[in-house]
C-alpha cells in the first residue's frame, strides 16, 4: 500500500474521504501528525443548526399538551390541522437533512463530523418533532469528541430520546421500562451484562424524568419513585442520574463502544485483542473520546492490510466523499433525498432502535448496480429513476401517493473539474494516473496497465478516468 492510501484510508476512516487538495503524495506517511492535524481542525465547538427556530414551528404528530390546548372548533379542523403540522415538520427535517450532509461534505472538521455520525446511529432516534431532532444533532455534534459520560446524560436527557422511548410516560406506580432497557441494552452495557430485575429497577429510577413544550429537560418530582432500588448489586434511592453513573462505572460499558466503535472505524471482524486494550484505556481515561480515537486511528495494526479497503461505505458515506472528492454545485438539492432513500440510509430516519446495521448489508444486486451507477449521472444528463411506495414519513414529501409510480429525478450537478484536479500541477499523465487511482480506490492491486491505456492522451482523460473508477466496485470499500 502507497503513501497516497495510507493516508487516504486515515481520510475515509476518520473523515469522508480526502478532498481535491489531499491527492497529492504525502512522501513519508505519519499517521501521528496527520491525525493530529484533523483533530486540531475539530477543536472549536461546531455552530448549532437554527433552522428550526422553536417548538410551536415543530409539533408534529406527537403534540401532546400543546394540541389539548388548542380550542380547535371541531375534530375535523384538528385533524387538518395535525396534518398541515406533520408535513411541516417532514419539510424541517428534511431541511436539517440537507444542512447537515452539506457541513459533511464542507467543513473542515471532518473527524467532529464523522464522529457526530457514528453516535448518530448509536444513539438512534426517529421523531417526527424536527425541533426535537435538531435539538438532539445539536447535543451529538456538540459533544461528538468529549467524555463519553456527558454525551450519554446530555442525550439521555433530550426531548427527542424521553419522547422515542416512552419516558415521558414512565411515572411512579406505572413504571414503562422502554427507555431503561435501551439505555443499557444499546447505549451502553449491551445484552448478557444485566438483569431484567436491573432493567425494572432502573426504570423505577427514571420515573419523573420528562421535557416542556420547549424540549426543555424536567424531572417532575411527583412522578418520581421514591423508594430504594437495586441495580447491578448497588442498593440506594436511586435517580436517573445515577444510573447512568452506575453504568459507566462498568467496564462493560467500556468494552461495548470500543467494539462498536471497532466495527466502524476499523473491520467488521472485531480483534478482541486491540478492542480489550482499546477499552481498558478508554475506561481508565473517564471515557475520553479524543484518547480514544488517538488511540486507535494512530495504532500501527491500523494501517495493516486486513483493514485497509475492507470495509463497505455506508450510503451516507459515499455520497460524501464523492461530494468531497469531486466539487460540485447542485441545483437540485433535493435530489440527494432520493439518492438515501434509494440507497438503503436517510439521515434521522433509522430503521429501529439499534441503528443502521452496516457492513454487507448496505449492498445487494440493485443497490451494488446504483452505488456503481451514481459518478456517472452526475456527469450526464440521465435521471435516477425510483419506484416509489406510498407516501410516509422517510420520504419526507418526496413520494407519491400512488405506489408503483415509476419517476426519473435529476442530480443537476455543476462539477468544478479545474477544482478537482488543481493540486496534480505539472505532474505527467502517467504520475497522475497512479495519483488517481491510489486516491479513489483503497485496494492493494491497482487497476493494470490497459486500464490506463484506454484514458491517456485523450480529451478529458482525467474526467474520464474518475469516473471510471469511482463507479469500479472497489470504490464501495475504503
Given at each position: 500500500?502507497?503513501?497516497?492510501?495510507?493516508?487516504?484510508?486515515?481520510?475515509?476512516?476518520?473523515?469522508?474521504?480526502?478532498?481535491?487538495?489531499?491527492?497529492?503524495?504525502?512522501g513519508?506517511?505519519?499517521p501521528?501528525?496527520?491525525?493530529?492535524?484533523?483533530?486540531?481542525?475539530?477543536?472549536?465547538?461546531?455552530?448549532?443548526?437554527?433552522?428550526?427556530?422553536?417548538?410551536?414551528?415543530?409539533?408534529?404528530?406527537?403534540?401532546?399538551?400543546?394540541?389539548?390546548?388548542?380550542?380547535?372548533?371541531?375534530?375535523?379542523?384538528?385533524?387538518?390541522r395535525?396534518?398541515?403540522?406533520?408535513?411541516?415538520n417532514?419539510?424541517?427535517?428534511?431541511?436539517?437533512?440537507?444542512?447537515?450532509?452539506?457541513?459533511?461534505?464542507?467543513?473542515?472538521d471532518?473527524?467532529?463530523?464523522?464522529?457526530?455520525?457514528?453516535?448518530?446511529?448509536?444513539?438512534a432516534?426517529?421523531?417526527?418533532?424536527?425541533?426535537?431532532?435538531?435539538q438532539?444533532?445539536?447535543?451529538?455534534?456538540?459533544?461528538?469528541?468529549?467524555?463519553?459520560?456527558?454525551?450519554?446524560?446530555?442525550v439521555?436527557?433530550?426531548a427527542?430520546?424521553l419522547?422515542?422511548?416512552?419516558?415521558?410516560?414512565?411515572?411512579?406506580?406505572?413504571p414503562?421500562?422502554?427507555?431503561?432497557?435501551?439505555?443499557?441494552?444499546?447505549?451502553?452495557?449491551?445484552?448478557?451484562?444485566?438483569?431484567?430485575?436491573?432493567?425494572?429497577?432502573?426504570?423505577?429510577?427514571?420515573?419523573?424524568?420528562?421535557?416542556n413544550?420547549?424540549?426543555?429537560?424536567?424531572?417532575?418530582?411527583?412522578?418520581?419513585?421514591?423508594?430504594?432500588?437495586?441495580?447491578?448489586?448497588?442498593?440506594?434511592?436511586?435517580?436517573?442520574?445515577?444510573?447512568?453513573?452506575?453504568?459507566?462505572?462498568?467496564?462493560?460499558?467500556?468494552?461495548?463502544?470500543?467494539?462498536?466503535?471497532?466495527?466502524?472505524?476499523?473491520?467488521?471482524?472485531?480483534?478482541?485483542?486491540?478492542?480489550?486494550w482499546?477499552?481498558?484505556?478508554?475506561?481508565?481515561?473517564?471515557?475520553?473520546?479524543?484518547?480514544?480515537?488517538t488511540?486507535?486511528?494512530?495504532?500501527?495494526?491500523?494501517?495493516?492490510?486486513?483493514?485497509?479497503?475492507?470495509?463497505?461505505?455506508?450510503?451516507?458515506e459515499?455520497?460524501v466523499?464523492?461530494?468531497?472528492?469531486?466539487?460540485?454545485?447542485?441545483?437540485?438539492?433535493?435530489?440527494?433525498l432520493?439518492?438515501?432513500?434509494?440507497?438503503?440510509?436517510?439521515?434521522?430516519?433509522?430503521?429501529?432502535?439499534?441503528?443502521?446495521?452496516?457492513?454487507?448489508?448496505?449492498?445487494?444486486?440493485?443497490?451494488?448496480?446504483?452505488?456503481?451507477?451514481?459518478?456517472?449521472?452526475?456527469?450526464?444528463?440521465?435521471?435516477?429513476?425510483?419506484n416509489?411506495?406510498?407516501?410516509d414519513?422517510?420520504?419526507?414529501?418526496?413520494?407519491k401517493?400512488?405506489?408503483?409510480?415509476?419517476?426519473?429525478?435529476?442530480?443537476?450537478?455543476?462539477?468544478?473539474?479545474?477544482?478537482?484536479?488543481?493540486?496534480?500541477?505539472?505532474?505527467?499523465?502517467?504520475?497522475?494516473?497512479?495519483?488517481?487511482?491510489?486516491?479513489?480506490?483503497?485496494?492493494?492491486?491497482?487497476?493494470?496497465?490497459?486500464?490506463?491505456?484506454?484514458?491517456?492522451?485523450?480529451?478529458?482523460?482525467?474526467?474520464?478516468m474518475?469516473?471510471?473508477?469511482?463507479?469500479?466496485?472497489?470504490?464501495?470499500?475504503?
Amino acid at each position: 500500500m502507497n503513501p497516497i492510501q495510507k493516508q487516504n484510508h486515515l481520510y475515509w476512516r476518520a473523515g469522508f474521504g480526502p478532498g481535491p487538495d489531499q491527492l497529492v503524495n504525502p512522501g513519508n506517511f505519519q499517521p501521528g501528525r496527520v491525525f493530529n492535524e484533523l483533530l486540531k481542525a475539530s477543536e472549536k465547538a461546531p455552530e448549532p443548526f437554527s433552522i428550526i427556530e422553536n417548538f410551536a414551528e415543530a409539533m408534529g404528530q406527537n403534540m401532546g399538551e400543546a394540541m389539548q390546548k388548542e380550542q380547535m372548533a371541531n375534530t375535523e379542523q384538528t385533524a387538518e390541522r395535525r396534518k398541515a403540522l406533520q408535513q411541516k415538520n417532514r419539510e424541517g427535517i428534511r431541511d436539517l437533512n440537507l444542512a447537515w450532509l452539506n457541513q459533511m461534505v464542507n467543513n473542515p472538521d471532518q473527524l467532529r463530523e464523522k464522529m457526530a455520525f457514528f453516535w448518530h446511529g448509536h444513539f438512534a432516534c426517529r421523531t417526527q418533532n424536527s425541533f426535537f431532532q435538531q435539538q438532539l444533532l445539536n447535543t451529538i455534534r456538540t459533544h461528538s469528541l468529549s467524555d463519553f459520560g456527558t454525551l450519554l446524560t446530555e442525550v439521555s436527557k433530550s426531548a427527542a430520546m424521553l419522547q422515542f422511548l416512552n419516558n415521558q410516560q414512565n411515572r411512579k406506580n406505572s413504571p414503562n421500562e422502554n427507555f431503561a432497557r435501551e439505555v443499557m441494552e444499546l447505549f451502553t452495557m449491551g445484552r448478557g451484562n444485566y438483569s431484567e430485575q436491573d432493567v425494572k429497577e432502573a426504570a423505577r429510577a427514571f420515573t419523573g424524568w420528562g421535557f416542556n413544550l420547549a424540549g426543555e429537560f424536567q424531572f417532575r418530582r411527583f412522578q418520581h419513585d421514591e423508594g430504594n432500588k437495586t441495580i447491578l448489586v448497588k442498593n440506594g434511592n436511586f435517580n436517573g442520574d445515577d444510573v447512568l453513573k452506575i453504568l459507566l462505572e462498568q467496564p462493560a460499558t467500556s468494552t461495548f463502544i470500543c467494539t462498536k466503535l471497532y466495527r466502524f472505524f476499523v473491520n467488521d471482524i472485531v480483534n478482541t485483542k486491540h478492542v480489550d486494550w482499546m477499552a481498558k484505556r478508554f475506561f481508565e481515561s473517564g471515557y475520553q473520546v479524543k484518547s480514544l480515537l488517538t488511540d486507535m486511528f494512530t495504532a500501527g495494526w491500523f494501517y495493516e492490510k486486513e483493514n485497509v479497503g475492507t470495509h463497505i461505505k455506508s450510503p451516507i458515506e459515499l455520497w460524501v466523499g464523492i461530494r468531497r472528492q469531486i466539487p460540485m454545485q447542485l441545483s437540485n438539492q433535493q435530489a440527494q433525498l432520493l439518492i438515501q432513500r434509494a440507497l438503503g440510509q436517510i439521515l434521522f430516519y433509522p430503521p429501529n432502535v439499534a441503528g443502521w446495521p452496516g457492513g454487507k448489508t448496505w449492498i445487494d444486486s440493485s443497490s451494488l448496480l446504483l452505488r456503481m451507477r451514481i459518478p456517472q449521472l452526475l456527469t450526464s444528463t440521465d435521471g435516477i429513476e425510483i419506484n416509489f411506495k406510498a407516501d410516509d414519513d422517510t420520504e419526507m414529501g418526496q413520494g407519491k401517493k400512488q405506489s408503483g409510480n415509476m419517476n426519473r429525478y435529476k442530480i443537476n450537478a455543476q462539477i468544478d473539474w479545474k477544482k478537482a484536479f488543481e493540486s496534480l500541477g505539472k505532474i505527467t499523465e502517467k504520475d497522475r494516473y497512479q495519483i488517481l487511482s491510489a486516491g479513489f480506490l483503497q485496494t492493494e492491486k491497482l487497476p493494470e496497465q490497459i486500464f490506463m491505456e484506454q484514458f491517456i492522451g485523450k480529451d478529458n482523460y482525467l474526467v474520464n478516468m474518475s469516473v471510471a473508477l469511482m463507479s469500479m466496485p472497489e470504490y464501495q470499500l475504503s
